[in-house]
């Protein structure tokens, strides 16, 4: 009976910090980049300060048509050259053709599609969505879908991506379906989400977004640069299967369908780390960033 005693009032096993909960991870628990669907854009001349380079992944899940178009631009070199237009604080960074309003002077958008459908939303049905139990205040429903931020409205049957930071959008004028995916732009600030369900959103930095969030801000006309010079020009895009395997980033993305990320996600809502006072036991869908790491070495 003391035995019994003794083991009944023994302390419950400390819960893991976020760090313990990677640093346990499985091999499984990391995906590879899927090279035909990752972007590598290189920023400014060689040896600017302000350049760098910038890995997105696209959502063909969510922006099929899009994120073709896409490709198709960055296979025939259209953002080659071209530059980065608009840093607004808080909110945006945004690239394309300084000349695009101009008939005569915009690029030639080669193969790429000129209109689009806007892609707003997809059916929830059928999502392989990773549900975040906490409260949203913007959809009733949230989670991730290839580690994707998503908000959802089960009644309607209808599922979106969310404007998160790090989300890549497709630009667009006044009309519903005025965006090709010539002019995109990556959010830098507070999530703006009321900006979900109104722009089409067609993927995620997954590096990088620090060298755009720190550029220097534009003009009083919504972030636009005032100046030519302003602008940082675009070197080159290039989508990853383009390149040879020894040039591409090597880093992997934590699966959202795991274990793991679902201990992840409870080390952040209540975090353990001794400097953390007060445990708030709950985050919300834009806290809660998708890690990536550095892809382990083949054993020699």
């Not at 931020?149 to 599922?159: I, K």
């Not at 507070?190 to 979900?196: E, V, Y």
């Not at 590096?207 to 009083?220: E, F, K, N, T, V």
Request: glycine letters at 8%; a neutral charge.
């Amino acid at each position: 009976m003391a035995l019994a005693a003794a083991v009944s009032h023994a302390a419950p096993p400390a819960k893991p910090t976020a760090a313990e909960v990677l640093q346990a991870s499985r091999a499984d628990d990391w995906r590879p980049l899927d090279p035909g669907r990752t972007l590598l854009m290189q920023l400014g001349a060689t040896g600017d300060a302000k350049g760098g380079e910038v890995l997105i992944e696209l959502a063909p899940r969510f922006a099929p048509r899009h994120v073709a178009n896409i490709l198709t631009l960055v296979r025939e070199r259209y953002f080659d050259g071209l530059a980065v237009l608009r840093v607004q604080d808080n909110y945006v960074a945004q690239w394309g053709d300084p000349e695009a309003e101009s008939a005569e002077k915009a690029r030639p958008l080669g193969q790429a599609e000129r209109k689009l459908p806007a892609e707003f939303e997809v059916p929830l049905r059928g999502l392989p969505l990773s549900r975040l139990p906490d409260v949203d205040g913007w959809a009733q429903v949230t989670g991730w879908v290839d580690g994707f931020a998503v908000a959802a409205d089960p009644r309607a049957n209808r599922a979106w991506l969310a404007h998160c930071y790090g989300v890549v959008g497709a630009g667009r004028d006044n009309p519903a379906d005025s965006s090709n995916g010539t002019e995109l732009y990556a959010v830098i600030g507070h999530a703006p989400r009321g900006l979900d369900r109104n722009i089409t959103v067609v993927g995620r930095v997954l590096s990088g977004i620090d060298l755009l969030s720190s550029l220097p801000r534009g003009g009083a006309n919504m972030g636009f640069y005032d100046q030519p010079e302003q602008r940082l020009a675009i070197r080159s895009v290039r989508v990853l299967d383009e390149l040879p395997p020894d040039q591409r980033p090597a880093l992997q993305v934590l699966r959202t369908d795991t274990a793991t990320w679902r201990a992840l996600l409870e080390a952040r809502r209540n975090r353990r780390e001794p400097w953390f006072v007060h445990r708030s036991g709950h985050i919300g869908l834009c806290n809660a960033t998708v890690p990536t790491r550095p892809a382990p070495k083949p054993a020699s």
